[in-house]
């Protein structure tokens, strides 16, 4: 079993920079793929990042691309994500997820889940 725990959401202007932070315990991150998901009020939940466990690969929602930074420590057991140039539309509670498969979290689904941190991106 995963726990996950995300932090570092809260209110911010638009155009500054946050980073949020997923801390695993329960099992070493080594050999899970890691996403970060978010979903708006009134909207479904959608992928905004992931990064593998091998290889170092990382894959962006087009929305957030060349704006947000997914990054991984496996030795700290924790999972980030920066995010810059922050717009009112990146309004969402983001979740961290982790997954053996890094396809399975490309496609929305994964084995464990956080319980979100709301970020709110005021104009």
């Known amino acids: 079993q995963v726990r996950l725990v995300e932090s570092g959401g809260g209110l911010v202007q638009a155009g500054t920079s946050l980073r949020l932070s997923c801390a695993a315990s329960?099992?070493?991150?080594?050999?899970?793929?890691m996403g970060w998901f978010r979903q708006a009020l009134g909207k479904e939940r959608e992928f905004v990042a992931a990064a593998s466990w091998i290889g170092g690969r990382t894959y962006y929602a087009d929305s957030v691309k060349n704006r947000f930074t997914i990054s991984r420590d496996d030795a700290r057991n924790t999972v980030y994500l920066q995010m810059d140039s922050l717009k009112p539309e990146d309004t969402a509670v983001y979740y961290c997820?982790?997954?053996?498969?890094?396809?399975?979290?490309?496609?929305?689904?994964?084995?464990?889940w956080g319980q979100g941190t709301w970020v709110t991106v005021s104009s």
């Open positions: 997820a982790a997954d053996p498969s890094s396809r399975t979290i490309l496609v929305g689904s994964a084995n464990f």
């Open positions: 329960g099992r070493t991150l080594s050999g899970y793929a």
